[in-house]
């Protein structure tokens, strides 16, 4: 019966601990400053790994079937595709309309 | 996936179920009454609810054509006042795209058509099914309050900052529009999940018709493309409540992102308009040629690349909008791109007719119609994908002509070829074959001396959505608006002998055409729960050189959970599921 | 996929259409997962406005969201962080037939959301106050750019619409109560609880971005 895990208590409040800590240290990096790209990187990796914890251990798709893992994969990368041709215009204009 | 496919043979009792060919008790005798058909979660009823619906609002939009038409005679203003005219192309293109084009195919015949063609009862959820449907409801409901309260007037693309600013009731429509999307994305996901889990017993993914591949890559194309309507007509509806300018250009915003926004969708939303008929073609080139579809894998995946690169490929409609040069080279090579999954599907459609016995039926007709039109309308598409040309272009009857060869020429044929080959099977009931052929062909034939002027016109330099135009184009606008009434007409006669039908005609047989396709095996109209029996799936829909015997199996004693049988011959066969 | 598991007995939960309780359940949960994929590019929307405007205003994101309150931000992602523990021991209770447990933890996690909600309640009106406006409205001149609006427009559109998100699984999770109070749900049947925890974590998963892209700009 796939689809049917059953996580312990001890499992999923320590997956919880995780996820604190995690939040912990992506306001402690803010403490030190990191320079100007570097920060944004960072901030954004901490988030990914906490939403990838929260996907995998708390929406069980560790334990759950393939085609569910390719749906999320599937948003995530139309969402890149989004933004990155949007970018391919907007960082690229030379003279981006906003400053008319 | 496919591993515990295949690990997971089983043995089962099969026997053969022939369609009952009088059935007393049909869906349509079920469960009937106003309240029975209001609240019904049977994917049948509800596709034909979809269906009388968009036939509705495909009146409607048809009629504020022909008032378009009708004001173009001349180059003056004979009835229709700018801001009226305005307001009429607003309404008739938004209502065809929103209304009528989304949900035509994989609404109405999909709903009817996919758990038929899998073997199962029902979508996987039946009350999602209606939900969407009083959804599309709610949309359509906003979207007429919107008309009677000051009308809109943006054209159907509501780019800011106009539409931030004009009058009228842009809010109204724009929510009604977002509603909508909802009940497209809730189709989309029924579709999927339904493919995914209700395929009946060996209907492994290399034996479902490719009508349900094309509604797979539609579906698909709907979940990920919808969403991104919906935030921006949210965006929008909020500009307007409350300025809060990302788009507004006065406030700081850039009105160019909005485009960027509604492209994102609605480029692969012209494809949910036409994939899903390449579905139908598929299905009834097979059909009335009596051959093995040719290219099976590639008319199958051709829509799921289709699908993916319409994804890549929204900026050729802002060419001259002001995006930098180095989207819009991307964005021109990109385009040309979509002509390769394109051009495999319309290569393996001639290949299944050659030495094929065709039998030019009126579903066959509208597909040649179809082969003839969508061809003009796709090549002219990629020229109006090459940057240079589409800076001439872009804005004018070209571009009209070429989208009216897309969606008239292409998914109008392939839904109409669709009607009448479901027809049958949807109401038991068979139509005037003599003026079905002849509707069709009034249809071609108006259809052509409507739109082809326009890329003449276009060529030339006449820009779209004016009122009134300059005197050499006079002869032109001429043509297009009697090659308008014209399809007027042929739509007028398709009505007429639609209704005979239903009223008197003959009965339809289960299987009207010798499909091998799934849903023919049952009886027309289906029962209430589609089979008597679960049925088991040993060969693909179009293994037309298999007996007819080997489509009908079902698996022995089953009863699909209702009522008792007779046990004939048995047979034992191993179905990987 | 499509194991059928002839031991699982179709039980009255299993509607008509499907074979036995497990395609059934599989179903739900693909069909919550695709929809899941919607809600993903829905914010997809405003992500992409707020990448476009920092790529041109890197500055104007420095300076505003030095007046959001990290600490009160940092309070709001614990609190999710905590509520979505709390739903997924819900599951687990109902896995195992906890009757007791799937309630009280359905509770704590409508307790936590309205604690999400005060929060950004109060957060929403100090910026009222100050006359921090989306857009047009915009009244506040303690940050010297001209297209702080549009910064606040941004922001107030996540925050907004994660909010209404927050406000459905409220009433989606009373929803499950009720239904739990009746004994609906045990170790066989527990669809609903499981979607709704799907749908749960994902806006505790916007909110992880939110909240460093939005307060976290040092
Ligand atoms: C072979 C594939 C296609 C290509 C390369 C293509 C290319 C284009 C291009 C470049 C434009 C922009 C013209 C301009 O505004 O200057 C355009 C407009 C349009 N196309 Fe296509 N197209 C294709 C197929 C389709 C299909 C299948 C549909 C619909 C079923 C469609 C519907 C439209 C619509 C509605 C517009 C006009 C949008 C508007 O401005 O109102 N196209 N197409
Ligand atoms: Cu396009």
Redesign the interface.
């Given at each position: 019966m796939s689809g049917h895990h059953i996580s312990s208590a001890k499992f999923l409040w320590g997956v919880g601990i995780v996820l604190l800590v995690l939040t912990f240290i992506t306001v402690a990096v803010t403490w030190i400053e990191i320079p100007s790209p570097w920060n944004v990187v960072v901030a954004i990796a901490i988030a990914v790994v906490k939403a990838a914890v929260v996907a995998m251990f708390f929406m069980n798709l560790w334990w759950d079937t393939k085609f569910n893992i390719l749906l999320l994969v599937m948003s995530i990368i139309f969402f890149m595709i989004l933004v990155g041709i949007t970018l391919l215009d907007t960082l690229y204009r030379t003279d981006p309309i906003p400053s008319f | 996936?496919a591993t515990?496919?295949t690990s997971?043979i089983k043995r089962l009792q099969v026997r053969r179920f022939k369609p009952e060919e009088n059935p007393k008790s049909t869906y349509l005798t079920e469960e009937t009454g106003i309240w029975a058909w209001m609240t019904t979660v049977d994917h049948k009823k509800i596709g034909l609810m979809y269906l009388a619906s968009i036939l509705f609002f495909f009146f409607v939009g048809g009629t504020l054509a022909l008032l378009l038409r009708t004001e173009l005679l001349t180059p003056a203003q004979s009835f229709i006042t700018a801001d009226t005219y305005n307001q009429i192309f607003t309404l008739h293109g938004a209502i065809m795209v929103f209304f009528f084009l989304v949900p035509s195919v994989p609404a109405a015949l999909g709903n009817f058509v996919l758990p038929l063609q899998l073997g199962?009862?029902?979508?996987?959820?039946?009350r999602?099914n209606l939900l969407s449907y009083y959804i599309y409801v709610i949309g359509a409901v906003f979207t007429l309050i919107a008309i009677f309260t000051g009308g809109v007037d943006t054209g159907w693309t509501f780019y800011t900052p106009y539409s931030a600013t004009t009058g009228g009731n842009v809010m109204m429509m724009t929510l009604g529009v977002f509603i909508l999307g909802f009940s497209s994305?809730l189709t989309?996901?029924?579709f999927?999940?339904t493919i995914?889990?209700?395929?009946s017993p060996g209907q492994t993914w290399n034996k479902i018709s490719l009508f349900l591949w094309s509604l797979y890559a539609t579906s698909i194309i709907q979940?990920?493309?919808?969403?991104?309507l919906?935030?921006?007509l949210?965006?929008l509806t909020?500009?307007r409540a409350?300025?809060?300018?990302?788009f507004?250009?006065a406030?700081?915003?850039?009105?160019?992102?909005y485009q960027?926004?509604f492209w994102?969708y609605s480029h692969p939303a012209v494809y949910i308009m036409i994939v899903p008929g390449f579905g139908i073609v598929s299905e009834i080139i097979s059909t009335f040629s009596r051959k093995h579809i040719f290219g099976y894998w590639a008319i199958a995946l051709s829509s799921l690349a289709i699908a993916f690169i319409g994804?890549?490929v929204?900026?050729h409609h802002?060419f001259t909008a002001?995006?930098?040069?180095?989207?819009n080279m991307?964005?021109s090579f990109l385009t040309f791109l979509v002509g390769i999954p394109t051009g495999i599907k319309i290569f393996n459609w001639v290949a299944t007719m050659y030495k094929g016995s065709i039998d030019m039926k009126t579903p066959m007709l509208y597909i040649m119609a179809f082969l003839f039109l969508f061809m003009i309308g796709g090549f002219t598409g990629i020229m109006l994908g090459s940057l240079a040309v589409d800076i001439h272009l872009h804005d004018t009857y070209y571009v009209v002509a070429h989208f009216h060869y897309v969606m008239m020429g292409g998914m109008v044929m392939a839904f109409l070829g669709g009607l009448h080959y479901w027809w049958p099977k949807m109401f038991g009931k068979m139509y005037n074959e003599f003026w079905a052929r002849i509707a069709c062909v009034v249809i071609f034939i108006g259809f052509n001396l409507t739109f082809l002027p326009q890329f003449v016109m276009g060529s030339m330099g006449m820009p779209r959505r004016y009122f009134n135009y300059l005197e050499q184009f006079q002869g032109y606008h001429q043509a297009s608006t009697y090659g308008s009434y014209i399809l007027g007409i042929g739509f007028l006669i398709i009505a007429a002998y639609l209704l005979h039908s239903l009223l008197r005609g003959k009965k339809a047989p289960p299987n009207p055409w010798g499909s091998r396709a799934m849903e023919w095996q049952t009886s027309s109209p289906p029962s209430l729960?589609n089979y008597e029996h679960t049925p088991v799936v040993i060969n693909g829909p179009y293994d037309y050189h298999k007996p007819m015997s080997e489509f009908q199996l079902g698996i022995e004693g089953s009863h699909n959970?209702h009522g008792e049988h007779q046990h004939t011959e048995t047979k034992t066969v191993e179905a990987d599921? | 996929m499509a194991q059928t598991s002839a031991n699982v007995k179709k039980g009255d939960h299993v509607q008509h259409h499907f074979v036995d309780s497990d395609q059934q359940f599989e179903s739900a949960k693909m069909g919550m997962w695709i929809f899941l994929v919607t809600e993903i590019l829905f914010f997809g929307g405003l992500f992409l406005a707020y990448i476009v405007f920092r790529s041109w205003y890197p500055e104007l994101y420095l300076m505003a969201s030095d007046h959001l309150d990290t600490f009160w931000g940092a309070v709001n992602t614990v609190v999710l962080i905590g509520s979505s523990l709390t739903v997924a021991m819900a599951i687990r209770s109902a896995q195992l037939n906890q009757q007791k447990g799937l309630i009280i933890n359905l509770a704590i996690t409508i307790a936590l959301a309205c604690i999400f909600m005060v929060i950004k309640y109060f957060e929403y009106t100090h910026k009222f106050d100050l006359g921090i406006y989306p857009g047009a409205y915009y009244a506040y001149d303690g940050i010297a750019h001209d297209k702080a609006n549009i910064f606040f427009s941004i922001y107030y559109m996540m925050t907004g619409l994660h909010g209404i998100h927050v406000l459905i699984g409220i009433g989606l999770m009373i929803w499950l109560i009720v239904r739990a109070r009746k004994g609906h749900f045990h170790s066989e049947y527990y669809t609903p609880v499981e979607i709704t925890g799907l749908y749960w974590h994902l806006v505790d998963i916007i909110w992880i971005f939110l909240f460093p892209l939005l307060y976290l700009i040092d």
């Open positions: - | 996936m515990s496919e997971n199962c009862k029902d979508v996987a959820f039946p999602v994305i989309g996901v029924n999927i999940v995914h889990r209700l395929r979940i990920l493309a919808t969403p991104v919906a935030i921006t949210l965006l909020m500009e409350l300025h809060i300018g990302i507004d250009p406030l700081g915003g850039d009105p160019v992102l960027h926004f994102f994804f890549l929204w900026g802002m002001g995006q930098s040069s180095l989207a991307v964005f729960h959970g599921k | -």
